[in-house]
Every structure is written in C-alpha cells, then in structure tokens.
C-alpha cells in the first residue's frame, strides 16, 4: 500500500498538519518538524515482537492487579505490552510560520469517530501522496513523500542561488 499523508482536521492536536505511518512508525508533522513515534508490540509470554522498532522503555497495557506495580517475566496474569521510542526532528532557524501544503490527494478518505459527541466525528478527510513545507528556509522547501515501497522518504528542494547551509536540523530524544 503506498504511503499516506492524512490531513489533521481536528481529530487530533491542533499542532498536528499531518499524520502517515509506515513500518510500525507513525510520523507526526508539525510546522517546526516531524516526530517519528515507533512501536512494537510484544508478546511477553513468548518474547515474540510483532513490528520494528527500537525500544527505550515499556509501557504496559495492563497491571496484573496493583497500580504502578510492573509486569515481571513469569507472572503468571503477565499481558503483552507495548515498547516505544520518539524521536523528534526539529529544523534550526527556520521559519516558524511555513506554507504546508497536500499533494496528489488520494482517491480515499478517512473517518474519525472519536467518542459518542457526533461534533468531535470527521469524517471525509482527505489524504495525499506527498507533503511540502513551502519556504522553510529562504529558498528551500522541504518535501515528504514515499518512496514506492510504502516507506518515508524526504528531500530538501534548493532554489539556485540559495544557501543549503541554512539547513540544520536538531534531534530530540536520541542519544
């Protein structure tokens, strides 16, 4: 399935523009960067992980009956749980206020129904092909797309004349 850019409508944070995923990683497009959220699941019983990903820490999806208290390998009430890592790219300098645009929409459409208030509900929100961050630095925009096999793949787009130096980009959440 190629990769999706599915615009924010409301369904989620007001600083989301828009979400794809690929290969268990969800990236998040702001208009200061993007942040990648990569997720496994594994199955504690078996150590069995069902999607890529680096771990970094555990969340677990249930307790086996005392709040706080970790699941420890063995127990007997042991729950799969989930591992995940964000890390969080931000473009140094830029421009904060970027023209963000949705290319090559998609003949799809998403739904959203979040809750029982049908005003929190969106529904027909398109998708597209690729994503521009239009004027990201003086000369330069930045492009998402996919790269064919359902993955990300990015490129800064450099005007003759403008200086690439001005790029500069800051990860958080890496070490």
């Known amino acids: 399935m ?23 990683a969800t990236m998040w497009f702001t208009k ?14 078996s150590g069995a992980v069902s999607a890529p990903g680096v771990p970094v820490g555990r969340t677990f999806l249930s307790d086996p ?3 706080g208290m970790p699941i420890l390998p063995g127990d007997r009430h042991e729950k799969d749980s ?3 890592m964000i890390l ?3 473009f140094v300098g830029a421009n904060p206020n970027p023209e963000v645009v949705g290319q090559g929409q998609m003949e799809y459409k998403c739904n959203y129904f979040l809750g029982d208030d049908p005003s929190k509900w969106h529904t027909d929100v398109p998708n597209y092909e690729a994503i521009t961050l239009k004027g990201i630095y003086p000369g330069i925009d930045l492009k998402y797309s996919g790269n064919g096999n359902g993955q990300a793949a990015y490129e800064f787009i450099v005007t003759p004349g403008a200086d690439f130096a ?5 990860y958080e959440g890496a070490e």
């Open 2 to 24: 190629p990769l999706s850019f599915t615009k924010n409508m409301g369904q989620w944070d007001e600083r989301v523009l828009f979400r794809a995923s690929a290969g268990g």
């Open 32 to 45: 200061e960067g993007v942040t990648y959220q990569f997720t496994r699941r594994i199955d504690t019983g």
């Open 65 to 67: 009956g005392q709040a």
């Open 82 to 84: 989930v591992e995940q």
């Open 88 to 90: 969080t790219a931000k």
């Open 166 to 170: 001005q790029i500069k980009v800051k």
